[in-house]
Structure formats: C-alpha cells, structure tokens
C-alpha cells in the first residue's frame, strides 16, 4: 500500500509542475525533490520522465473524465451541462490566468517537442470534444453537433490563452456571459424553428 501511495504522489506532485513549471522545464530531480524521496527511491517507482507524463496524462485523463460523468449526472438537461463546461472557466479563473488551461498548454507544449505523447494527451480534448457533441444531440442539433462542440472548445482555448497573458479576470467573466448567451441563443433558434 504504501508503494501505491508513493507512486500517486509522485503523479500528482509531477501534474502540478507540468502545468505550473511546463514538462521540458521540470526535471526529475525537481519531482524527487518536491516528493522528498532520494533518486534511488525515485527510480523504484519511475525509470523516465516520459514515464512519468503517461502517469499524469491518465491521472489527467481519469479526473476528467470524473468531472464529466458527475456533470451528466448533477445538470438536468444538456442546456445546464454544456452550461457547466462553460462555467469551469470561473471556477479555474486563478489557476488560468496564472498558467492557462492544463489541457492546452500540455498539448501545446508537447506539440512543439514532436513528442510521442501528444496523441495521448490530445485524447483529453477528445474527451471533452465527444461528451459536448453529445449534449448539443440530445439538444436536436445532430447534424451540427461536432461543429458546435468545436467552436465552444476553440472559445474556450482562446479565453483561457488570452486570459493568461493578460492575467484579466474580467476578461473571463465577460466572455463568460458571452458565452452563455450564445448557449441560449443557440438553444432558442432550434426551439423556434421546431415551432417550440
């Protein structure tokens, strides 16, 4: 049990310094220092770095994945979820403006490296991308479902990009709105033309 838990913090710890410090700037004897373990104890665990990203990719992957489930539980119509998707930006506003989406930068980053990671992290976008076209389906938009859970993304990749480098919280909260009004503008136009 106790290697168990020793490996989790290692992730854990290891998520937080990629998205504050970036993957290329945080070397494993930063982890090991943060973790408090000796290198020999460290390589127990983890023989590479890369390894490490896999961990925290999927830590990544399993939260989200989480977080959405309980959202399709919690909001009662697809309105209120996609809702919920566009509040996060809120929620996380500090930790935005600080160091940016944690899925964006990541992939970013790894994108710039060519490394044979990206396609892994990418799926974290895939997760949100497939789980919003499924709430604008079951809103009668079938046909334009992908489309419309693309644009929210890009929307919401360019707030959180722009947001960081301005470090505006204000920002956030009007593009929010904007957001949210185009969520309802979006679902009254389908309403009306189905004479709802």
């Not at 020793?6 to 004897?29: C, K, M, P, W």
Request: a neutral charge; charged letters at 20%; hydrophobic letters at 40%.
């Amino acid at each position: 049990m106790g290697s168990l838990s020793t490996r989790n913090r290692i992730v854990e710890l290891a998520d937080q310094l990629f998205y504050e410090r970036g993957y290329e700037h945080t070397s494993f004897a930063d982890i090991a220092a943060r973790v408090s373990l000796s290198r020999g104890h460290f390589y127990h665990h983890f023989k590479a770095k890369d390894d490490i990203l896999e961990a925290v990719i999927e830590l990544r992957r399993q939260r989200t994945q989480a977080m959405l489930d309980g959202w399709a539980i919690e909001a009662p119509n697809p309105v209120a979820r996609i809702g919920r998707f566009i509040h996060m930006m809120v929620m996380n506003g500090a930790k935005i403006r600080r160091h940016g989406c944690p899925v964006g930068t990541l992939c970013t980053e790894l994108a710039k490296l060519e490394h044979p990671a990206l396609p892994h992290a990418n799926q974290l976008f895939t997760l949100f991308r497939e789980w919003l076209a499924r709430q604008f389906t079951e809103l009668g938009r079938g046909h334009q479902a992908d489309t419309l859970a693309m644009h929210l993304l890009a929307r919401s990749q360019g707030i959180a990009t722009l947001a960081h480098a301005f470090d505006d919280e204000g920002f956030i909260h009007q593009e929010v709105e904007l957001l949210l009004k185009w969520l309802h503008d979006t679902n009254t136009a389908l309403q009306t033309s189905q004479g709802g």
